[in-house]
Protein backbone atom coordinates (compact mmCIF):
# COMPACT_ATOMS: atom_id res chain seq x y z
CA UNK A 1 0.00 0.00 0.00
CA UNK A 2 2.46 2.44 1.03
CA UNK A 3 4.59 1.55 -2.28
CA UNK A 4 2.25 2.53 -4.65
CA UNK A 5 1.21 5.83 -2.71
CA UNK A 6 5.02 6.40 -2.83
CA UNK A 7 4.95 5.28 -6.54
CA UNK A 8 2.21 7.47 -7.83
CA UNK A 9 3.70 10.68 -5.57
CA UNK A 10 6.41 10.23 -7.81
CA UNK A 11 4.50 9.82 -10.82
CA UNK A 12 2.55 12.47 -10.53
CA UNK A 13 4.34 15.03 -8.30
CA UNK A 14 2.40 17.86 -9.60
CA UNK A 15 -0.82 16.51 -8.68
CA UNK A 16 1.01 15.32 -5.12
CA UNK A 17 2.94 18.82 -4.91
CA UNK A 18 -1.05 20.75 -5.15
CA UNK A 19 -2.54 18.21 -2.55
CA UNK A 20 -0.06 19.09 -0.48
CA UNK A 21 -0.45 22.84 -0.62
CA UNK A 22 -3.96 22.44 -0.26
CA UNK A 23 -3.62 20.16 2.84
CA UNK A 24 -1.66 22.80 4.52
CA UNK A 25 -3.95 25.57 3.15
CA UNK A 26 -6.92 24.26 5.15
CA UNK A 27 -4.75 23.08 8.39
CA UNK A 28 -4.03 26.65 8.39
CA UNK A 29 -7.24 27.88 8.05
CA UNK A 30 -8.95 25.41 10.55
CA UNK A 31 -6.41 26.39 13.04
CA UNK A 32 -6.72 30.26 12.26
CA UNK A 33 -10.27 30.29 12.65
CA UNK A 34 -10.89 29.87 16.63
CA UNK A 35 -8.42 32.57 17.31
CA UNK A 36 -5.33 32.53 19.66
CA UNK A 37 -4.49 29.18 21.24
CA UNK A 38 -3.23 28.92 24.77
CA UNK A 39 -1.35 26.10 26.46
CA UNK A 40 -1.69 25.80 30.19
CA UNK A 41 0.73 27.57 31.45
CA UNK A 42 -0.83 30.60 29.46
CA UNK A 43 -4.28 29.79 30.80
CA UNK A 44 -3.08 29.69 34.27
CA UNK A 45 -0.76 33.33 34.10
CA UNK A 46 -3.70 35.19 32.59
CA UNK A 47 -6.28 33.82 35.20
CA UNK A 48 -3.60 34.57 38.14
CA UNK A 49 -3.38 37.91 36.95
CA UNK A 50 -7.06 38.71 36.77
CA UNK A 51 -6.91 39.10 33.07
CA UNK A 52 -8.74 36.29 31.99
CA UNK A 53 -11.99 33.87 32.30
CA UNK A 54 -12.57 30.48 32.20
CA UNK A 55 -15.99 29.63 30.31
CA UNK A 56 -16.28 26.00 30.28
CA UNK A 57 -18.59 24.69 27.19
CA UNK A 58 -19.23 21.38 28.41
CA UNK A 59 -22.17 20.37 29.71
CA UNK A 60 -23.33 20.82 32.92
CA UNK A 61 -22.88 16.71 33.41
CA UNK A 62 -19.45 17.05 32.34
CA UNK A 63 -18.28 20.03 34.03
CA UNK A 64 -19.82 18.55 37.73
CA UNK A 65 -16.86 15.86 36.85
CA UNK A 66 -14.63 18.35 37.44
CA UNK A 67 -13.62 22.03 35.94
CA UNK A 68 -11.00 24.60 36.31
CA UNK A 69 -11.45 26.78 39.59
CA UNK A 70 -13.78 29.58 39.42
CA UNK A 71 -14.91 28.60 35.80
CA UNK A 72 -18.28 29.52 33.98
CA UNK A 73 -20.02 26.88 32.73
CA UNK A 74 -22.90 28.03 29.54
CA UNK A 75 -23.32 24.65 27.04
CA UNK A 76 -21.78 25.13 23.94
CA UNK A 77 -25.39 25.65 22.36
CA UNK A 78 -26.08 28.12 24.67
CA UNK A 79 -23.35 30.22 24.80
CA UNK A 80 -24.91 32.82 22.23
CA UNK A 81 -28.30 32.99 23.83
CA UNK A 82 -26.66 33.46 27.30
CA UNK A 83 -23.63 35.90 26.25
CA UNK A 84 -24.97 38.58 27.94
CA UNK A 85 -23.91 36.73 31.10
CA UNK A 86 -20.55 37.34 29.92
CA UNK A 87 -20.81 41.13 29.08
CA UNK A 88 -19.12 41.62 33.00
CA UNK A 89 -16.16 40.19 31.48
CA UNK A 90 -15.81 42.22 28.43
CA UNK A 91 -12.53 43.68 29.36
CA UNK A 92 -10.92 40.17 30.29
CA UNK A 93 -9.91 37.40 27.71
CA UNK A 94 -12.44 34.59 27.93
CA UNK A 95 -10.73 31.44 27.72
CA UNK A 96 -12.83 28.70 25.82
CA UNK A 97 -12.65 25.23 27.36
CA UNK A 98 -14.13 21.90 26.16
CA UNK A 99 -13.75 18.41 26.41
CA UNK A 100 -11.07 18.27 23.54
CA UNK A 101 -11.09 21.48 21.85
CA UNK A 102 -14.10 20.54 19.19
CA UNK A 103 -16.24 23.49 19.90
CA UNK A 104 -13.88 25.84 21.56
CA UNK A 105 -12.72 27.65 18.28
CA UNK A 106 -16.19 28.12 17.02
CA UNK A 107 -16.82 29.55 20.21
CA UNK A 108 -14.19 31.75 20.58
CA UNK A 109 -14.59 32.79 16.98
CA UNK A 110 -18.41 33.71 17.62
CA UNK A 111 -17.52 35.76 20.73
CA UNK A 112 -14.96 37.72 18.95
CA UNK A 113 -17.87 38.63 16.55
CA UNK A 114 -19.60 40.20 19.38
CA UNK A 115 -16.49 41.89 20.24
CA UNK A 116 -14.90 40.09 23.15
CA UNK A 117 -11.15 39.36 23.25
CA UNK A 118 -11.82 35.11 23.51
CA UNK A 119 -8.41 32.73 23.14
CA UNK A 120 -9.43 28.68 23.30
CA UNK A 121 -7.29 25.82 25.73
CA UNK A 122 -5.51 24.01 23.39
CA UNK A 123 -6.23 20.36 24.01
CA UNK A 124 -9.52 21.52 25.86
CA UNK A 125 -9.87 19.69 29.60
CA UNK A 126 -8.39 16.88 28.80
CA UNK A 127 -4.49 18.79 28.35
CA UNK A 128 -5.64 20.35 32.00
CA UNK A 129 -5.67 16.94 32.84
CA UNK A 130 -2.68 14.96 31.43
CA UNK A 131 -0.73 17.82 33.32
CA UNK A 132 -2.24 16.83 36.66
CA UNK A 133 -3.70 20.31 37.18
CA UNK A 134 -5.90 20.58 39.60
CA UNK A 135 -9.68 20.18 39.08
CA UNK A 136 -13.05 20.96 41.12
CA UNK A 137 -16.05 19.16 41.77
Do not use: C
Amino acid sequence: MLAHLIEFATNHYVLSGIFAVLLAALIFTELSKGGASLSTRELTALVNRDEGIVLDVRSHKDFATGHIVDALNIPHDKVIERVAELEKHKAKTIIVVDALGQHAGTISRELKKLGFNAAKLSGGISSWRGENLPLVK
